[in-house]
């Protein structure tokens, strides 16, 4: 009876696989959410705001399906609490004058082509206000700007 000789993985092999493994959870975790309203009703599904409150940590928001268009605020915004990309494909966010447009309480967004007009930053009371869209620094503040990010 013939034996075959054994063959061991080479131990690059080995710890590339294992990272692999370990990496392999998070790439198929990410998903492209899409906006497909102009809607700010958080409750329904394909609005920027449901997207904010909904999306999985290390998501994608794409506004292209509205691309160019604009998003009237009624209301603030929702914070944020996980880490975002957002393609804004060119969307106007208008807060109205009386609305926050973003406000990041935890995590990280990456916010590109959108241009954020007429809105309020607020930071906490008494607080520094250092994770809103714009320093606040415990009291509201018109922000009248265009802020083409990254």
Same mark, same amino acid.
């Given at each position: 009876m013939?034996?075959?000789?054994?063959?061991r993985?080479?131990?690059?092999?080995?710890?590339?696989?294992f990272?692999?493994?370990?990496?392999?959870p998070? #790439? #198929?975790? %990410?998903?492209?959410?899409?906006?497909? +309203?102009? +809607?700010?009703?958080? #409750? /329904?599904?394909?609005?920027?705001?449901?997207?904010?409150?909904? $999306?999985?940590?290390?998501d994608?928001?794409?506004?292209?399906?509205i691309?160019?268009?604009?998003?009237?605020?009624? !209301?603030? /915004?929702? #914070?944020?609490?996980? +880490?975002y990309?957002?393609?804004?494909?060119?969307?106007?966010?208008?807060?109205?004058g009386?609305?926050? *447009?973003?406000?990041? %309480?935890?995590?990280?967004?990456?916010?590109?082509?959108?241009?954020?007009?007429? $809105?309020?930053?607020?930071?906490?009371?008494?607080?520094?206000?250092?994770? !809103?869209a714009a320093?606040?620094?415990? $009291?509201? *503040?018109?922000?009248?700007?265009?802020? *083409?990010?990254?």
């Amino acid at each position: 009876m013939r034996t075959l000789p054994s063959h061991r993985p080479s131990p690059v092999f080995r710890a590339v696989s294992f990272l692999l493994v370990l990496c392999a959870p998070l #790439a #198929a975790g %990410a998903a492209t959410r899409v906006v497909t +309203s102009t +809607s700010d009703n958080p #409750a /329904l599904a394909g609005t920027l705001p449901y997207w904010l409150l909904n $999306a999985a940590d290390g998501d994608t928001i794409d506004c292209t399906p509205i691309a160019g268009q604009q998003i009237a605020l009624t !209301a603030s /915004l929702p #914070a944020t609490v996980r +880490s975002y990309t957002l393609i804004g494909a060119g969307i106007t966010i208008d807060g109205a004058g009386a609305h926050q *447009a973003f406000q990041v %309480a935890a995590g990280n967004m990456v916010i590109g082509n959108v241009t954020v007009h007429n $809105a309020m930053s607020k930071g906490g009371d008494g607080g520094t206000g250092t994770r !809103a869209a714009a320093v606040g620094w415990g $009291a509201a *503040a018109r922000c009248m700007c265009t802020a *083409a990010l990254r």
